[in-house]
């Protein structure tokens, strides 16, 4: 009994040692510095589960500073800095001496800065491994986190506040903003809905929570919560959650999660397992995404839904939309068949 105790403790110990001296690697200090380009070294979190540094774009000497997850083959992006305007190769990033973050090209120009740093001294950046990359003070207070400057991806432990939103991207190969956008609004709904580029002029949603109520505040939404077990849920300020998933997910313990407002408007969660079977890999498979059918909840008043202008919608088998041209249009963007057509 009191042998096992013993041991027990003695694992404690091990496991909180180990996390400090992981902690440790992750704290990047000021001076610090990326240099883009292709397999430059990367910032790793503790135990190696996400990675921060410099990316190429597919088929361009261009470059994202992006989060990945690094420990499977599809490095996949979770992140990213300067999609609207990648950066050329030889471009710098940068922890200053005083504690500012940025990135910036051959000739020093600025090509991305942090947004909204709260005020104090930076100490140090750290990559943690929920996929946070964070700029903190010496109370190891955050100043600047990237899970409050959101992109197209939420992860397990991430939280949605009132009024945050996230952006899908053009494709799957191009990070600049696209056309749909997912937003906490202040009456308590979690709604999807298309824009117009580059006003951002929000068209009629295509899904809304039921998490409403305008007789009793207490009883609306007020936060989207993505919980350390891996389940989408929007809470409630009297604290009831409604659950996103209608479903048990395989435990967060064998596979990683991600939920991702796609480039074609779906909002969808994707498991990944964590380790190969037999030498060789799955990828990302959906485990759940809204709305049901986006072709039909999609077809906009004043918008143009999911396929543009001049385009009609059809679901794929998996309750993807496929957008076709209206006879005697063509595509605007044959790259991207989502972006409407023109005669
Ligand atoms: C990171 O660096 C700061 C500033 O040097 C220090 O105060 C802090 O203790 C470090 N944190 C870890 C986890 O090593
Ligand atoms: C991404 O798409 C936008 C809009 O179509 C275009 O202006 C931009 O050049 C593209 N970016 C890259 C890196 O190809
Ligand atoms: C929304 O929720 C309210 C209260 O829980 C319920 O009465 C109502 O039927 C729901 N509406 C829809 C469209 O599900
Ligand atoms: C996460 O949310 C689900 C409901 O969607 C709940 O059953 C589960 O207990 C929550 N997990 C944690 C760690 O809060
Ligand atoms: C959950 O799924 C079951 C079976 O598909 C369905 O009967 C039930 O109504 C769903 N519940 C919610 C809250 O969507
Ligand atoms: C593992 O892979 C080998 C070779 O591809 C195959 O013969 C074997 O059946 C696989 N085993 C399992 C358990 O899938």
Redesign the pocket.
């Given at each position: 009994m009191a042998l096992s105790l013993l041991l027990h403790l003695l694992g404690l110990f091990l496991v909180v040692e180990r996390l400090s001296i992981a902690a440790q690697t992750a704290n990047i200090s000021l001076g610090s510095s990326l240099t883009a380009s292709q397999g430059s070294f990367a910032w790793q979190s503790p135990f190696g589960t996400f990675a921060f540094g410099f990316r190429r774009?597919v088929d361009?000497d261009?470059f994202l500073l992006a989060i990945w997850y690094d420990k499977i083959p599809d490095k996949t992006i979770v992140w990213y800095a300067n999609g609207?305007n990648?950066a050329p190769k030889g471009s710098k990033l940068e922890l200053t001496a005083d504690g500012q973050l940025t990135l910036t090209g051959h000739r020093s120009q600025e090509i991305w800065k942090p947004q909204s740093v709260l005020s104090g001294r930076v100490a140090y950046a750290a990559m943690l491994d929920t996929g946070n990359f964070v700029l903190a003070n010496n109370n190891g207070d955050y100043l600047w986190q990237s899970f409050k400057e959101l992109k197209d991806t939420v992860l397990p432990t991430q939280v949605l506040e009132i009024g945050e939103k996230l952006n899908s991207r053009?494709?799957a190969?191009?990070?600049?903003q696209g056309s749909f956008q997912l937003q906490l609004k202040s009456d308590g709904r979690l709604v999807l809905y298309p824009i117009g580029?580059p006003t951002e002029v929000a068209y009629q949603p295509y899904y809304q929570s039921n998490t409403s109520d305008a007789v009793d505040e207490m009883n609306s939404g007020y936060q989207l919560s993505f919980n350390e077990s891996g389940y989408l849920n929007v809470v409630r300020r009297n604290g009831d959650i409604d659950k996103l998933i209608n479903k048990t997910l395989l435990p967060i313990r064998d596979y990683y999660y991600r939920a991702t407002l796609d480039s074609d408007g779906l909002f969808t969660q994707y498991a990944h397992p964590k380790s190969s079977k037999n030498g060789s890999w799955t990828s990302w498979s959906p485990v759940w995404s809204i709305p049901d059918n986006i072709c039909f909840e999609a077809n906009g008043d004043l918008g143009s839904g999911p396929c543009g202008y001049n385009s009609y919608c059809r679901l794929n088998a998996n309750r993807r939309p496929i957008c076709e041209c209206l006879p005697g249009f063509s595509s605007l963007?044959p790259?991207?068949k989502l972006?409407g057509s023109n005669e």
């Open positions: 774009i361009q261009l609207d990648p053009q494709t190969n191009n990070f600049s580029l963007d790259n991207n972006s």
